[in-house]
Structures are given as C-alpha cells and as structure tokens.
C-alpha cells in the first residue's frame, strides 16, 4: 500500500519555464489536497479536491492550476514559473468527513532560479 | 479569513514536559488537530479533538481546547529526543474537510 505519492521528489526551473506536479493515492479517498511549506509560513493550502471533477481554491492559489481528472490523481501546475514559488509542495488526501486523518505525500523540493 | 498561530520554537530536557500552543479564528470548526513532522518528511496526524470536548488524553500525549479563547496545546508528557520535530496545529473549515495549518512549532530536545 503506498499510501501518497508525490513525483519528481526534486526539481530545479529558470524563471518562466512550466512544470506539473504529480500526485497518485491508492487508498480510495475522495477529498485531496495541495501545500506548500515554506519557512516561517507553516503550510499554506494553495488548492483543494472535495471530488472528481470538483477544485477550489485555497488560501494562495495564484500562480498555479489544478486537475483533478480522476478520483486518485491531483496534479498542480505551474505556468511560468516565477523565484517566488521556490518552496516544498506538498500533497495529501483524506476520506470526506470531519475528523479524518490526512495522509500526506513526501514532498516536492522546487528550486525556482 | 483563517488564520492559525503557533510560537516557532520550543527547546525542553529530555523526561520533562513540553506544551505546545496554537491559536485559531474558525469559531466553527469542528475538529482540531495536531500533526507531527519528521525532517525531509511528509506530516503524520497525532491525535485530533472534536470541538465539544475539553480534553483528550492519547498515552503520552493531552491536548486541551478552551473552545471561548480558541485555544488549543498539546502536552507531550516524559519528553524524548525522538519527539524532536515540527509540530503542525491545523483546523477543518466550517462544514468542510479542508484543512487549515499553522505556522508549525519546532520541538527541539536536548540532554
């Protein structure tokens, strides 16, 4: 059971170039997630999946899409990579309801120079 | 909006006691939680409160909730060098399951 996984686990992009994030669960969830941490900032939510076909934003979505094209992948682009979304993404999935777990994926190490 | 604060820092002795605080702004979320975070990691849930309750004890760990100050800690009880890490408090928005995190405490035990 591998549970969140996250490819590439490391990427470096010049200013301006685009790039997706891929995201895969094995374990049936309908609600996913995408983060990114940065220092001092804890993780911000830049996107959200309550289910197949369905996105909203988070609160920093502005740079980036979302497609979420089936129930266990959720993929996060970025269109013109800009120094400013150098950070760790990562992203999680949850059962829907209250009360449940998130299970999160290893991470992205972007490097944007 | 939501907003979830947490202090960056905390350093304690191995065997003493660490309590670990957050704040909110979501009056109506329902569930708290606390998420742990290893180095070059992913976040793995600890434990998590529903907003009725006062308290939650889990082994080594208490989490309380003053629900009229939206006030959340997690004590961590006998405190190891295993414990050494970031410490996430998060919130589910309204009638949602999206989650919102703090700033993230890092637990560092020394000696």
């Known amino acids: 059971n591998a549970g969140v996984t996250q490819t590439p686990k490391f990427q470096v992009l010049k200013t301006g170039q685009s790039m997706t994030l891929q995201c895969a669960q094995d374990?049936?969830?309908?609600?996913m997630y995408w983060y990114r941490q940065d220092p001092g900032m804890g993780l911000r939510l830049i996107y959200y999946?309550?289910?197949?076909?369905?996105?909203d934003k988070g609160e920093v979505p502005n740079g980036y899409n979302v497609s979420r094209l089936n129930k266990r992948e959720f993929s996060l682009r970025l269109e013109s990579a800009a120094p400013s979304q150098t950070s760790v993404y990562f992203c999680?999935?949850?059962?829907?309801?209250?009360?449940?777990?998130?299970?999160f994926g290893q991470g992205t190490r972007l490097t944007v120079v | 909006g939501e907003d979830v604060e947490q202090s960056l820092f905390l350093s304690v002795r191995e065997g003493d006691s660490s309590v670990i605080n957050c704040t909110y702004t979501?009056?109506?979320?329902?569930?708290l939680y606390w998420y742990k975070q290893e180095p070059g990691a992913g976040l793995q849930l600890l434990t998590y409160?529903?907003?009725?309750?006062d308290m939650k004890q889990d082994q080594r760990l208490t989490v309380l909730l003053n629900k009229k100050d939206k006030h959340l800690s997690l004590r961590i009880a006998d405190t190891q060098t295993g414990d050494s890490a970031i410490y996430f408090c998060?919130?589910?928005?309204?009638?949602?399951?999206?989650?919102?995190f703090g700033t993230g405490t890092r637990l560092q035990v020394f000696p």
């Open positions: 999680a999935s949850s059962e829907r309801g209250q009360g449940a777990e998130a299970f």
């Open positions: 374990m049936n969830h309908n609600s």
């Open positions: 999946s309550a289910s197949e076909g369905t996105t």
């Open positions: 979501d009056s109506s979320s329902t569930y």
């Open positions: 409160i529903f907003s009725n309750m």
């Open positions: 998060a919130e589910s928005i309204g009638n949602t399951d999206k989650l919102i």
